[in-house]
């Protein structure tokens, strides 16, 4: 096929075979010499991809605007447009050609065409996932993947493995960086549109003269692009690059036990002078470099430290614990969970005013005492369940409690990384949740920590189903994916919630006293029993909850009636709420390679003291032998409960 794509086809933007000869084994092609390079290569800066200044990313956009439009024109999809199939020529001042045209189709003639299903996954569309029939738009599709990338440095669909990138796509959801112009965002989100007849220049042959029409490449003179000089310019952001030297110099020589201050910082300064469009150049080349998620580097783009420190969970993820960083067991590591402190809750009792508490002294020194706790343990990262202040978004003491439980998380320890799980009292309509978020970040996420997932749920709209339907609606199916995701690719799933998802049929009388008092009461019953048939077909090994009214382990065994039939065990951590009072409990949980271990360390506010109380071992997360199955049924359930009271 490709012998005869080349034949055919002659334009100053397609690589020119001359002649093929073969031996006894081997098949020769005698091709052009194109010397700059591929053009993956001009991506690269000390080793990493980063996005080419918009300039020279539509120079070299064009050049495969002109090549494919003219491939289509002959009735020909290259099927394999991507940035190392294109090579940039020094002598003809800097354009590209295309390369490799093994996997093209001829749509005139039929006879020599391959199969359906070929490509590069990040740049398949999903018509071709689903190994449906090509079309010119199929091109288009890789073409969107390809101007997105050579803006960003990364493709906008790549999940780390072929099927996490399969899933991506078919999902079609992605992230535009906030730095790209309008006009490449516009074009962009033309191009990347799942239904192939949706897409800029739709499935017709002239597709590509839409895309040349379109305001992205205003001042290219088509006609004449291959007698136009190359821009200058290289990457984007270009000027800013000692100044990420220095941050990561800076980062490197910081004392990590040190409580995080910028004030003073002669390059805290010069980030603040920037213009919204370079921070945003220069969070995302941080990112690029894999060190954004430093815990001295990712607060500098806030208005404070502490409140840097709480935005971490960001487009339905959490910055560094990533897939791409965290997807391989590496050590031994922990982490920790507790409830809020609903701050301002003991005044407000007395205030009566509804205006949410004016002080809060109470429930801080008692939180103080678990940050001590959580400071001398050093676990990866922290969970708290809410609810995190008593005042709710419409009280007059809504901010101040905020900054107030913000600067409380200050004093833990900047290398520990704070996850949230907000309660029923977060928010309670769509208004008070954008508020919310912009104060701790999305409500539901997912993360990856040591080839563990957690999926962290948003229970809190759950409980105001009414107000959120629409929300409602996009989580569930968001969670079928996450959890099939870690039931496929990771060592083991944890659930993480502001409220139990554990439904009230598995409350039965065989259960002591201490399972049924967490409270299930705000979610209706279809929606737990809705969400717990995923928990339990995804497999989770473990589920974190708030909102209980005693601090307890739960083993919940499920086993399907067949005889010999596999079990399958999931622990269920609930976290007494709020934090304070009566002696607490903060649950720690040690993962390695022979399993999960959860204690319960009591803290006694009138001393501070801590002990290890109750110890439950989750079962092991190394990886199953291959064929062997987990059947996983109702017929028969069998739950254990360890109290976390304290002695």
């Known amino acids: 096929m490709e012998k005869d794509v080349l034949n055919r086809l002659r334009h100053p933007n397609i690589i020119r075979l001359y002649q093929t000869f073969q031996d006894d084994n081997n098949l020769y092609f005698l091709l052009e010499l194109l010397d700059g390079g591929e053009l993956l290569s001009h991506l690269l800066h000390e080793g990493r991809q980063l996005g080419l200044d918009e300039d020279l990313a539509r120079f070299y956009l064009a050049d495969v605007a002109s090549a494919v439009e003219y491939m289509h024109a002959n009735q020909m999809l290259h099927r ?3 940035p190392e199939n294109m090579v940039v020529c020094k002598n003809t001042g800097g354009h590209l050609k295309l390369i490799d045209f093994g996997t093209a189709k001829n749509l005139a003639d039929s006879k020599l065409n391959g199969p359906n299903f070929v490509g590069t996954p990040e740049y398949m569309p999903p018509e071709t996932i689903d190994n449906k029939e090509p079309t010119y738009a199929s091109d288009m599709w890789a073409f969107g993947c ?3 990338q050579l803006l960003t440095g990364e493709t906008p669909f790549s999940g780390g493995s072929a099927y996490l990138t399969f899933l991506r796509v078919q999902d079609g959801s992605y992230y535009l960086p906030d730095y790209l112009s309008d006009d490449a965002k516009d074009l962009i989100s033309k191009l990347l ?3 192939p007849k949706n897409r800029l220049g739709g499935t017709e042959a002239n597709a590509m003269s839409a895309v040349k029409a379109h305001p992205f490449f205003k001042g290219i003179d088509f006609d004449n692009h291959i007698q136009a000089q190359q821009p200058a310019s290289q990457f984007c952001g270009s000027e800013l690059f000692q100044l990420v030297k220095r941050l990561a110099a800076m980062e490197r020589a910081r004392n990590l036990q040190d409580p995080l201050s910028f004030e003073g910082d002669v390059l805290q300064e010069q980030i603040k002078t920037l213009s919204s469009r370079d921070r945003s150049i220069l969070m995302h080349i941080l990112r690029r470099k894999q060190i954004v998620h430093l815990p001295g580097l990712y607060p500098r783009f806030f208005s404070s430290v502490s409140r840097g ?9 959490y910055i560094g614990f990533t897939h791409d960083l965290q997807n391989q067991w590496s050590d ?9 402190p609903k701050l301002g809750h003991a005044t407000a009792l007395t205030e009566a005013d509804n205006r949410g508490g004016s002080a809060w002294e109470t429930e801080s020194a008692a939180f103080l005492e678990a940050v001590k706790v959580l400071n001398a343990r050093q676990p990866a990262f922290v969970v708290i369940c809410g609810d995190f202040i008593n005042a709710k978004p419409r009280d007059e003491f809504y901010d101040a409690q905020v900054v107030a439980f913000q600067e409380l998380l200050n004093q833990i320890n900047p290398q520990i990384r704070l996850v949230f799980a907000a309660g029923s009292d977060e928010f309670g309509n769509k208004n008070e949740l954008t508020k919310y978020q912009e104060r701790f970040g999305d409500a539901r996420f997912s993360f990856w920590y040591g080839g563990i997932k957690c999926i962290v749920v948003n229970t809190a709209i759950l409980c105001h189903e009414k107000y959120f339907k629409e929300e409602v609606a996009a989580q569930t199916e968001w969670m079928k994916k996450e959890l099939e995701n870690g039931k496929l690719c990771a060592r083991g799933t944890v659930v993480i919630s502001g409220h139990s998802l554990r439904p009230t049929m598995l409350s039965t009388n065989t259960v002591n006293n201490n399972d049924r008092a967490t409270s299930n ?15 339990k077909n995804g497999q989770s090994c473990l589920m974190v909850n708030g909102n209980s009214t005693t601090d307890s382990v739960t083993s919940v065994v499920t086993k399907a009636s067949e005889q010999d039939a596999d079990e399958y065990k999931c622990e269920i951590v609930s976290c007494k709420a709020p934090w304070g009072g009566a002696p607490s409990a903060i649950h720690h949980t040690e ?14 506010h009138s001393n501070a003291s801590v002990s290890s109380n109750a110890t439950t071992k989750h079962r092991s997360l190394a990886p199953e032998e291959e064929g062997q199955e987990t059947v996983l049924a109702a017929e028969m359930v069998t739950i254990n409960v360890n109290s976390a009271r304290k002695e």
């Open 332 to 340: 031994n590591f922990s982490f920790m969970q507790l409830s809020g």
């Open 591 to 604: 993962v390695s390679q022979s399993g999960v271990v959860t204690k319960a360390l009591s803290v006694d």
């Open 146 to 148: 390809i101007v997105y």
């Open 80 to 82: 394999d447009l991507k």
């Open 193 to 195: 549109q799942k239904d």
């Open 309 to 317: 420190r709480c935005l971490y969970a960001h487009n339905h993820g």
């Open 521 to 535: 009461s705000d979610i209706p019953e279809q929606l737990r029993v809705e969400y717990w048939d995923m928990i």
